[in-house]
């Protein structure tokens, strides 16, 4: 690991640890402020170092940026070891994944996915089946 890989490294962790004081991305109370898919520049760093944060205007989302989204150039030799969830790749991957998640549940919450009444219908049950709202 060169000078300059670890004192990117030391950056990208102390925004991880600002990440963790400041909290979790919470979920939308309203479907206008839903999560997109855009990060802070904090967040960037911690999943991705600077270039996540230098490419966060793009119009796609960010977890395309982190540490191990890409292809092998963009997998991260760090501090901590590679096995471990707080190693770039770790970070990387992991926050990804958050992001889609938050996606994901953003777009159920909201019923973005299906407007033609499909989930309502598997979430309380139709032709006779019940669904998950009325089992006990």
């Known amino acids: 690991m060169t000078d300059g890989s670890r004192k990117e490294e030391k950056i990208s962790l102390e925004s991880c640890k600002e990440n963790v004081a400041t909290g979790v991305l919470s979920l939308a109370k309203k479907k206008e402020n839903r999560f997109l898919g855009k990060v802070s520049e904090q967040t960037a760093l911690c999943r991705g170092g600077s270039f996540a944060a230098e490419h966060r205007d793009t119009p796609w989302n960010d977890w395309g940026n982190y540490y191990a989204m890409g292809d092998a150039s963009s997998k991260r030799d760090g501090i901590v070891k590679s096995t471990c969830p707080l190693s770039p790749n770790g970070r990387g991957i992991n926050g990804a ?29 139709r032709d006779g089946i019940d669904g998950p709202a009325l089992k006990t």
Do not use: A, M, V
């Open 97 to 125: 994944l958050l992001d889609l998640e938050l996606q994901r549940i953003g777009l159920i919450k909201f019923n973005l996915l299906d407007n033609s009444g499909t989930f309502e219908q598997f979430f309380k049950g």
